[in-house]
């Protein structure tokens, strides 16, 4: 069964504090890895697409990188306003599927 | 332009009302894709259309009847709706085929529902 797990649930950072968040799959055919940021009550964000193991892509402090079993999203020296929920998505390589399947994601909290 | 405009923003129905979700964008996207939000919980898929005709629908209940009258709009028609289907409602597009890096999904800022 195809499985997407984020961790930790909840990440509270003082700012300038760097750290990690991790997005693992065990799916079949994956056809791209998807980071979102989330602030409440509005809709995802896009941020980052990964398609094969290796790969990194970075914005501001924000830099992604994917594995054969997971991805990591790594956050340099936060500052509040990166305080979001993060979700990571797979789509699977499935004829004509093209929908995502959400990881549970994690709440950030910067604190200054 | 990445942008997908959603109306309304907020919406309080009764149980016997019927109402609609408007959802729009202008990126020339042929995939475009209903969500539904609950609080503290992933978006989990609705519906998907592709080249405006339903191509996935996930074991929805026939409260929720979604339409795509053009490449650049969607809708979902909600009627006899239960409390428990009060939820954020987000929709998204993205290309179709292409090479890596065309089949992302933008979402709207969503419709937050409240079923009375």
């Known amino acids: 069964e195809d499985q997407v797990t984020q961790s930790p649930e909840a990440l509270r950072l003082q700012e300038g504090e760097s750290s990690s968040l991790n997005c693992s799959y065990t799916?079949?055919?994956?056809?791209?890895l998807f980071w979102y940021r989330q602030d409440p009550g509005k809709g995802p964000e896009f941020l980052f697409t990964?398609?094969?193991a290796g790969e990194e892509k970075e914005k501001e402090r924000l830099k992604a990188t994917l594995t054969k079993k997971e991805s990591f999203l790594h956050i340099t020296a936060p500052k509040p306003e990166d305080s979001a929920t993060y979700l990571c998505?797979?789509?699977?390589?499935?004829?004509?599927?093209?929908?995502?399947?959400f990881g549970s994601g994690t709440r950030l909290q910067v604190q200054p | 332009d990445t942008e997908v405009t959603q109306t309304p923003k907020h919406l309080v129905m009764g149980m016997t009302n019927k109402k609609s979700l408007k959802c729009e964008q202008h990126?020339?996207?042929?995939?475009m894709y209903w969500y539904k939000q609950k609080a503290k919980k992933p978006p989990e898929l609705m519906f998907v259309?592709?080249?405006?005709?339903?191509?996935i629908n996930e074991s929805v209940p026939s409260r929720f009847s979604p339409e795509c009258p053009n490449s650049s709009l969607l809708n979902l028609h909600l009627h006899a709706l239960q409390p428990e289907d009060s939820a954020l409602y987000l929709c998204?597009?993205?290309?179709?085929?292409?090479?890596?890096?065309?089949?992302?999904?933008?979402f709207g800022p969503g419709t937050r529902l409240t079923v009375l």
């Open positions: 998505a797979v789509r699977i390589g499935a004829t004509g599927r093209r929908a995502l399947t």
């Open positions: 259309y592709s080249y405006e005709k339903l191509s």
């Open positions: 998204a597009s993205s290309q179709v085929g292409g090479g890596a890096g065309t089949d992302t999904q933008y």
């Open positions: 990964l398609y094969s």
């Open positions: 990126m020339g996207h042929r995939a």
């Open positions: 799916v079949s055919g994956l056809r791209g």
